[in-house]
């Protein structure tokens, strides 16, 4: 139980790898609070967990609302008593336009999505992590902005990559408090968004063609690290950028 009687906020938890970690964590003993925009799938992942004899409560809204992220924080100290973690994972791909195509309410929408959310959801956590004496916060990143990128993925490297530097800030600024800050950084997943963004079977097999493993990740495997950077078990590992990636970092051909 790597996380027996922890209370995690997981965002973006409606589904793929979200839902998934919120399925893995509250097998591993946590106490949680869901996050995401769509209600009725929200409450549907919590409704798995408390079947399962977890605690789970559903919080629905949207991450780019410096508001919501207060909200969540809230609701794990009113419902659980505190906090000690979150997996800070809801993401927006984009269009797939290239960079001159990318307007500017689409590059803004992609920004704030990823990247302002990540800081409008340490604002309101680390406090609450700090009065429980330490934490983790997992922040779901990318290999695309990192390692490599694909085109047609100008806003999103770029508020990927961003979230790698709030994140060190974070690690460097709290890590005497006992606060440790990581990137999970995923590669292909088989999640409802990536086969959306790629429904010719051709492309699909061209993407798991870049991993090592030459294959794409199930959601529970992402979810597999997110669970080791939250426990325990990474009481040492902060200000890292972890990938989890099939070796698709290191392929190239």
Same mark, same amino acid.
């Given at each position: 139980?790597?996380?027996? /009687? =922890?209370?995690?906020?997981?965002?973006?938890?409606?589904?793929?790898?979200?839902?998934?970690?919120?399925? =893995?964590?509250?097998? @591993?003993?946590?106490?949680?609070?869901?996050?995401?925009?769509?209600?009725? !799938?929200?409450?549907?992942?919590?409704? @798995?967990?408390?079947?399962?004899?977890?605690?789970?409560?559903?919080?629905?809204? /949207?991450?780019?609302?410096?508001?919501?992220?207060? %909200?969540? &924080?809230?609701?794990?100290?009113?419902?659980?008593?505190?906090?000690?973690?979150?997996?800070?994972?809801? $993401?927006?791909?984009?269009?797939?336009?290239? &960079? %001159?195509?990318?307007?500017?309410?689409?590059?803004?929408?992609?920004?704030?999505?990823?990247?302002?959310?990540?800081?409008?959801? !340490?604002?309101? @956590?680390?406090?609450?992590?700090?009065?429980?004496?330490? #934490?983790?916060?997992?922040?779901?990143?990318?290999?695309? #902005?990192?390692?490599?990128?694909?085109?047609?993925?100008?806003?999103?490297?770029?508020?990927?990559?961003?979230?790698?530097?709030?994140?060190?800030?974070?690690?460097?600024?709290?890590?005497?408090?006992?606060?440790?800050?990581?990137?999970?950084?995923?590669? $292909?997943?088989?999640?409802?968004?990536?086969?959306?963004?790629?429904?010719?079977?051709?492309? @699909?097999?061209?993407?798991?063609?870049?991993? &090592?493993?030459?294959?794409?990740?199930?959601?529970?495997?992402?979810? /597999?690290?997110?669970?080791?950077?939250?426990?325990?078990?990474?009481?040492?590992?902060?200000?890292?950028?972890?990938?989890?990636?099939?070796?698709?970092?290191?392929?190239?051909?």
């Amino acid at each position: 139980m790597l996380l027996k /009687d =922890k209370v995690i906020i997981v965002t973006g938890a409606s589904s793929g790898i979200g839902a998934a970690a919120a399925l =893995k964590f509250a097998e @591993q003993g946590a106490k949680l609070v869901l996050g995401a925009r769509r209600r009725d !799938a929200l409450e549907a992942v919590a409704g @798995q967990v408390t079947r399962s004899n977890a605690a789970a409560v559903a919080v629905p809204g /949207d991450v780019k609302d410096a508001g919501y992220a207060e %909200e969540l &924080v809230e609701v794990a100290k009113e419902r659980f008593g505190g906090l000690d973690g979150a997996f800070n994972n809801a $993401g927006k791909l984009g269009s797939g336009a290239m &960079v %001159e195509a990318t307007g500017p309410e689409e590059w803004a929408e992609v920004l704030a999505t990823n990247l302002t959310s990540g800081y409008h959801a !340490a604002r309101a @956590q680390i406090p609450a992590l700090r009065a429980r004496g330490g #934490g983790s916060l997992v922040f779901t990143g990318s290999f695309i #902005g990192h390692t490599a990128t694909l085109p047609g993925m100008g806003a999103y490297a770029a508020s990927k990559a961003g979230l790698v530097g709030l994140m060190q800030a974070i690690a460097v600024e709290y890590g005497a408090e006992g606060i440790r800050a990581n990137v999970l950084m995923p590669g $292909g997943t088989l999640t409802a968004i990536s086969m959306d963004a790629a429904t010719n079977p051709e492309t @699909q097999a061209f993407i798991a063609g870049l991993h &090592v493993l030459k294959r794409m990740a199930e959601p529970s495997e992402i979810a /597999d690290a997110a669970l080791f950077l939250l426990s325990d078990m990474a009481s040492f590992v902060t200000g890292s950028a972890m990938l989890a990636d099939g070796g698709n970092s290191i392929c190239k051909m």
